[in-house]
């Protein structure tokens, strides 16, 4: 098991900046890639971005790119999720995720083993 726990979500401002980490423990010696998703009331969960935690690659929903970054401390089991020109259509709650699977789509649900309890962000207009 791996237990995965979010902080740093909050009521920001259209145009502000947040910064979302989730930190693991437990058995987390298996591991290729952890994920960000998001899901607003009323719609299905969302990819948002995913990092491989071998060589620090990361990859974006068209939609955050250029404005959310993620990065990762591999001696602290961490990640993290830097929201820059929030908007207010990025209000949602904010989950991470671990994935074992190597082989597949980092954007799917599907494909990770453990999420977090989630993090609300609520961006005002």
């Known amino acids: 098991q791996v237990q995965l726990v979010e902080s740093g979500g909050g009521l920001v401002q259209a145009g502000g900046s947040l910064r979302l980490s989730c930190a693991a423990s437990?058995?987390?010696?298996?591991?290729?890639?952890m994920g960000w998703f998001r899901q607003a009331p009323g719609k299905e969960r969302e990819f948002v971005a995913a990092?491989?935690?071998?060589?620090?690659?990361?990859y974006y929903t068209d939609s955050v790119k250029g404005r959310f970054t993620m990065s990762r401390d591999n001696l602290k089991n961490t990640v993290y999720l830097q929201m820059n020109s929030l908007k207010p259509e990025d209000t949602a709650v904010y989950y991470c995720?671990?994935?074992?699977?190597?082989?597949?789509?980092?954007?799917?649900?599907?494909?990770?083993?453990?999420w977090g309890q989630g993090t609300h962000v609520t961006v005002s207009s």
């Open positions: 995720a671990w994935r074992t699977a190597v082989t597949g789509t980092l954007s799917s649900t599907h494909e990770y083993d453990y």
């Open positions: 990092i491989r935690w071998s060589d620090g690659n990361t």
């Open positions: 437990g058995r987390t010696f298996i591991k290729y890639a």
